[in-house]
């Protein structure tokens, strides 16, 4: 059985741990979390060994990010491959009541939980993240660092961009797309082009915040 690590003693870590302890992927041998005051503690019986740059100390374990929002993933990966932490380190999550079809590809890093579905020709990218009862139709293609609340629905066809996120039970339509870091709102429903950076949410979804133009103060 192979070791890895989790970076971040997160909720989303405690739902990787009892993922892999259900399916027997992995032999989970610590968390790892910059959080000082944690090292030592145990998060539901796994040690925080310390800080995200021990990973160094543990060259033959796999590492998964297990922090909620995307954009965090991608500071950390970025931090760790500045430290020298190779792509193929990063071991990908899922849980044993997931079904890979033929011609689906999942990225490195990626966590997908309980009852996430994905029917034929789906594409994600490295360090997504779907929660449990995530759908995702045929030929989705989904970037690095997105992120999926449970009971998100993709029609077929939908694009999400890197480091977007979609809220608990949203929806996408049949060919529709998401840009890169928008954000979708609980329950929403989106029936057209969403731009990237922008905050859309209702039924149907319009948008709440547009992006905001670069080197413009917030």
Known sequence: MDELLLLAASGLAREVLAAVRESGQFDVIGILDDD??????????????????????????????CVGAGAGR???VDRLAALGVADRRYATVIDSSVRIPAGCRIGRGSVLLGHVTLTAGVDLGEHV???PGVTLTHDDVVEDFATFAAGVSLGGGVRIGR??????????????SVGANATIGMGAAVLTDVPAGETWAGVPARVLRAAIPSGTAA
């Not at 040690?47 to 990010?65: E, N, T």
């Open 36 to 65: 000082a005051g944690k090292t030592g503690t145990i998060v539901d019986g796994t040690r925080v060994l310390g800080p995200a740059s021990d990973v160094l100390r543990y060259p033959g374990a796999g590492v998964v990010v």
């Open 163 to 176: 480091g977007a996120y979609l809220g608990m039970n949203a929806s996408v339509r049949e060919g529709a």
């Open 74 to 76: 991608a500071r950390i």
């Open 129 to 131: 993240v779907a929660m």
